[in-house]
C-alpha cells in the first residue's frame, strides 16, 4: 500500500487549504484513513480519521467544526479540508491507513500501518 499526500503550503490565518492523500496498492474495503500531524519538537498528534466503507468520521477536538476529512472511493483518495486555520495548525501533515478499520484505535499513530510522506502546512498570523 502507498499513500501519497499533497495539497500543502503557506496560508494566513483564518485562511483554508485542502490536504489530498492518493492511495493505492490494495483493496480498502476493511480499511481507515487517518490524517496526522507532527510540529517541531513536538509529538505526532492525531487530527482525524474515515472508516473506507462506511464513511464514519473521527476527529481531535482541537479541529473539530473547523477540519472535514472525505474520502472518494472511485479516486482512492482522502482529503482534508481545513478552513479557519491557525498559527498553531502549522505542522507536517502525514496521511496514513490501517487495516483493520474495526480497530478502536482510531487515534493512536501506532494503530496505522502505512504512512504517506508528509506535507507541510505552515499558518502565518
Known amino acids: 500500500v502507498q499513500l501519497q499526500a499533497s495539497g500543502g503550503g503557506l496560508v494566513q490565518a483564518g485562511g483554508s487549504l485542502r490536504l489530498s492523500c492518493v492511495v493505492s496498492?490494495?483493496?480498502?474495503?476493511?480499511?481507515?484513513m487517518g490524517w496526522f500531524r507532527q510540529a517541531p519538537g513536538k509529538e505526532r498528534e492525531f487530527v482525524a480519521a474515515?472508516?473506507?466503507?462506511?464513511?464514519?468520521?473521527y476527529y481531535a477536538d482541537s479541529v473539530k467544526g473547523r477540519f472535514t476529512i472525505s474520502r472518494d472511493i472511485v479516486k482512492n483518495t482522502v482529503y482534508l479540508q481545513m478552513n479557519s486555520l491557525k498559527p498553531e495548525d502549522t505542522a507536517v501533515y502525514y496521511c496514513?491507513?490501517?487495516?483493520?478499520?474495526?480497530?478502536?484505535?482510531?487515534?493512536?499513530?501506532?494503530?496505522?500501518?502505512?504512512w504517506g510522506q508528509g506535507t507541510q502546512v505552515t499558518v502565518s498570523s
Open positions: 496498492g490494495g483493496t480498502f474495503s476493511g480499511y481507515r
Open positions: 496514513a491507513a490501517d487495516n483493520s478499520a474495526r480497530s478502536t484505535a482510531w487515534g493512536r499513530a501506532g494503530a496505522y500501518d502505512y
Open positions: 474515515i472508516t473506507w466503507s462506511s464513511n464514519r468520521t
